[in-house]
């Protein structure tokens, strides 16, 4: 299952929004598409935004247009990422952004496989892993990194299971994360994010796997949640593990100096198109929060288990 491909000068893409309930396309015909398609979550996911920014300043260039102020549009779509900034940039160096654009592409397939078959190694037979929002092929080109562990766990012959917490606002976890482990035959069960706590606290939980978004000095930023769940396992002595690419690294910077993007209130305000808390209600909302090292067991990349900055 891929996430995105690239096909007649056009870039197609799950829409993500439409996700368990039927499998549609986006189709982005020029870097504006790619940009919509980035700010309103038809794709998300940490490495899969970096290689769509990266194809949007191709279609940019397909197109004749201003390639500068394509970059600069798409780089402004999404401000926590870190991968959208390194894709970006990258393709702007280069001499040929689709020749860029497409290199990137075929490194993440590469790359997620590279990082299962090293978190595979920490997975035992008979191991429960909670994971948190979606790190799996929806969030990558294919495979993915917290849930491409899991990929490659399972086709070493290892049982395991998975339990998805239901990730709020959005639901990534119920949503998607379930949807791709029924899809690959993989035993999953779906909890709500309030009980990822007593699931440690009774031993019924082996393992926490998530991605990334950002890795950086002081620690990691991943989907909003991420921090209670690594404080549940600190306390509870389940090891906690963050897959994701160097790609995701951010070494110039610390964690805590990061934009933390904050999104809508209709996000919160409603859940499956319906109402559920009162008129004039005031709303906070961030996307992402953050896990401090000191949390992190460690972080599984393509070249191995390293620790947090």
């Known amino acids: 299952m891929k996430t995105l491909e690239w096909k007649d000068n056009r870039l197609i893409l799950i829409d993500q929004r439409k996700l368990p309930d039927s499998l549609e396309y986006f189709q982005c015909e020029n870097y504006r598409d790619v940009i919509y398609a980035i700010k309103n979550m038809v794709v998300r996911g940490a490495p899969a935004i970096g290689v769509t920014a990266a194809f949007g300043v191709a279609l940019a260039d397909l197109a004749g247009e201003d390639t500068e102020r394509a970059a600069e549009e798409i780089r402004s779509s999404r401000p926590t990422a870190v991968n959208l900034f390194w894709a970006v940039d990258r393709v702007m160096k280069s001499g040929s952004p689709l020749d860029e654009a497409l290199k990137i592409y075929r490194e993440d397939m590469e790359t997620n496989r590279a990082i299962g078959a090293h978190g595979a190694s920490i997975i035992h037979d008979g191991d429960t892993i909670l994971t948190h929002c979606n790190a799996g092929a929806l969030a990558c080109v294919d495979y993915g990194t917290a849930l491409g562990v899991v990929r490659a766990a399972r086709d070493q012959g290892k049982n395991i299971t998975v339990i998805c917490d239901e990730t709020r606002p959005v639901g990534q976890g119920a949503r998607l994360s379930v949807w791709e482990m029924q899809q690959e035959g993989i035993p999953v069960k779906l909890i709500a994010d ?15 796997i998530i991605g990334a978004d950002r890795v950086a000095e002081g620690g990691v930023a991943n989907k909003i949640g991420s921090l209670m769940v690594a404080l549940s396992a600190k306390r509870f002595n389940v090891p906690f593990y963050v897959a994701a690419p160097l790609s995701t690294f951010d ?8 934009e933390i993007e904050e999104r809508s209130p209709e996000e919160v305000l409603y859940y499956g198109g319906c109402r559920i808390a009162p008129e004039n209600t005031e709303v906070i909302n961030p996307a992402f929060d953050i896990v401090p090292s000191d949390l992190i067991d460690g972080i599984i990349t393509e070249e191995g288990i390293v620790d947090p900055l």
């Open 194 to 208: 309030v009980a990822a706590g007593y699931l440690m606290q009774r031993g019924m939980i082996d393992k926490v």
């Open 251 to 258: 070494r110039e910077n610390s964690i805590y100096d990061v």
